[in-house]
Nanobody, 124 residues
Framework: QVQLVESGGGLVQAGGSLRLSCADS????????LGWFRQAPGKEREFVAA????????YYADSVKGRFTISRDNAKNTVYLQMNSLKPEDTAGYYC?????????????????WGQGTQVTVSS
């Protein structure tokens, strides 16, 4: 059973940085695909980034490309989202998700497990 736990959210000024972490308290990520999504109040859940645990291949939403970096630490069984040059429009709840295969990684329906989320607030 995959149990995802996010951490690292908080309040930051525009232009600042945060690093989110997602760990699996239930088992190793093994061959899963790990993704980050975000959801602002009144909006749809939006894809941010994804990484293959096996190959390290990554994929980003255009809105974060060049500012955010997704990475993994096999020894710590943790995936990270480094967020730089943050903007007020990045304010949202950020959710980690795991998928059994690299398929529709930019769609919430492509994932099998979800964490509870961590709030990121960027002030102007």
């Amino acid at each position: 059973q995959v149990q995802l736990v996010e951490s690292g959210g908080g309040l930051v000024q525009a232009g600042g940085s945060l690093r989110l972490s997602c760990a699996d308290s239930g088992r190793t990520f093994s061959s899963y695909v790990l993704g980050w999504f975000r959801q602002a109040p009144g909006k749809e859940r939006e894809f941010v980034a994804a990484i293959s645990w096996t190959t390290g291949s990554t994929y980003y939403a255009d809105s974060v490309k060049g500012r955010f970096t997704i990475s993994r630490d096999n020894a710590k069984n943790t995936v990270y989202l480094q967020m730089n040059s943050l903007k007020p429009e990045d304010t949202a709840g950020y959710y980690c998700a795991a998928a059994r295969q690299w398929g529709s990684v930019s769609y919430p329906g492509g994932y099998d497990y979800w964490g509870q989320g961590t709030q990121v607030t960027v002030s102007s």
